[in-house]
């Protein structure tokens, strides 16, 4: 399931930026919009409740998009192609920080545990 929802959510992406005239465009498009930043803001919240998680996912990625979308307008700089990209890019530095948030807390809880040795 998890794999059909990352590769709608591509395809939304790729649809998007190619700028091809499909039906499919606008909604996996959205769908994008939505599952991107929502992966991203779920990525660290590892220790809720999977419903929890999802309600504050969902409500991240709602508040990203918006973020994106209102700082492009008041800019000047607003096309689909860059909301795209901007929420793409804003996404994956969300992951990044949780990796590496992740990736420092394991190397501290080796380094305690060593030092307890």
Do not use: N, Y
Not at 3 to 18: E, M, Q
Not at 30 to 40: D, G, Q, T
Not at 62 to 75: E, F, I, P, S
């Amino acid at each position: 399931m998890a794999g059909v929802a990352a590769a709608i959510a591509g395809v939304g992406g790729a649809l998007a930026l190619a700028d091809v005239t499909s039906p499919l465009r606008a909604p996996f498009a959205l769908f994008f919009l939505i599952v991107a930043p929502a992966c991203a803001v779920a990525a660290p919240l590892r220790g809720l409740d999977p419903l929890s998680r999802a309600v504050v996912a969902t409500g991240g990625a709602v508040a990203v998009d918006l973020l994106v979308a209102q700082t492009m307008l008041a800019l000047h700089a607003w096309t689909v192609r860059g909301g795209v990209v901007a929420v793409a890019a804003v996404s994956a530095v969300l992951l990044l920080l949780a990796f590496l948030l992740a990736r420092a807390r394991r190397h501290r809880g080796r380094a305690t545990r060593s030092r307890a040795s």
